[in-house]
């Protein structure tokens, strides 16, 4: 069936350090493929989304590419800032389907 | 745009009681919405799906008794927790999906989350 798998964390980051959270995936198909954050004490925002091999997705500084060939959607960011510490979220939507299968979220908190 | 809200964000009741959560789209027409749980430093498991004017699909081990799901507009979704108990006691997210006119068709968009306290 349809899965992601994340890098666990927690990670801890220094201010202005660059940032990769592993994601991978399964799924048959061409699923779309979304970034989630949620800061403390709130929801889950969209941070960004791909919906086909090679695209990239990018949002605030944060950058994930879509990779087929590795079933891969890692997120990378050159410089965090401690106003970026929150839980993040790997996600995919199967072609087709209704709902939306979740890792099980990477915290990453930054220190000044 | 695609703002979703939930009302409350918080509510303490206690055992046996039922609380009712809403949950809307307030700049664009959700033709699907969402039911989530989320578990402390855990991920969001799906509850249920519903449709507008349809019956929802909940999802394997999810007791339809107990959580009631009506979703009687394009704009409101409603979950009803009937007779409460402590472990029912969780963050409880929406989310919504637009119709494919309005672009919104594979995204989800989610409401901040209701925190119930079960006594």
């Known amino acids: 069936g349809d899965s992601v798998t994340q890098m666990e964390g927690p990670v801890t980051l220094s201010e202005e350090a660059f940032l990769t959270i592993n994601c991978t995936y399964t799924?048959?198909?061409?699923?779309?493929l979304f970034w989630y954050v949620q800061y403390p004490g709130e929801g889950l925002q969209l941070l960004l989304k791909?919906?086909?091999?090679?695209d990239k997705g990018s949002n605030k500084g944060f950058e994930a590419t879509y990779r087929k060939e590795t079933t891969s959607f890692h997120l990378e960011k050159g410089s965090v800032q401690v106003s970026d510490s929150a839980v993040y979220f790997c996600?995919?939507?199967?072609?087709?389907?209704?709902?939306?299968?979740f890792g099980t979220g990477t915290r990453l908190t930054v220190i000044p | 745009g695609a703002v979703v809200s939930q009302h409350p964000s918080r509510v303490i009741c206690k055992s046996g009681t039922s609380v009712k959560i809403e949950c809307r789209s307030l700049?664009?027409?959700?033709?699907?919405m969402f039911w989530y749980r989320q578990f402390p430093k855990q991920s969001l498991m799906l509850m249920a799906t519903?449709?507008?004017?349809?019956?929802?699909?909940?999802e394997q081990g999810v007791e339809k008794d107990k959580f009631l799901i009506n979703h009687a507009s394009l704009t409101l979704s409603t979950l009803t927790v009937t007779s409460a108990h402590p472990e029912d006691s969780s963050f409880y997210i929406c989310?919504?999906?637009?119709?494919?006119?309005?672009?919104?068709?594979?995204?989800?968009?989610f409401g901040p989350g209701t925190r119930l306290t079960v006594l």
């Open positions: 996600a995919l939507s199967a072609p087709g389907a209704n709902n939306l299968f």
């Open positions: 519903s449709n507008e004017g349809s019956k929802a699909t909940y």
């Open positions: 791909a919906t086909k091999a090679d």
């Open positions: 700049d664009f027409q959700a033709t699907t």
């Open positions: 989310s919504a999906r637009g119709g494919i006119a309005g672009g919104l068709a594979d995204t989800q968009y």
């Open positions: 799924a048959t198909g061409y699923p779309s």
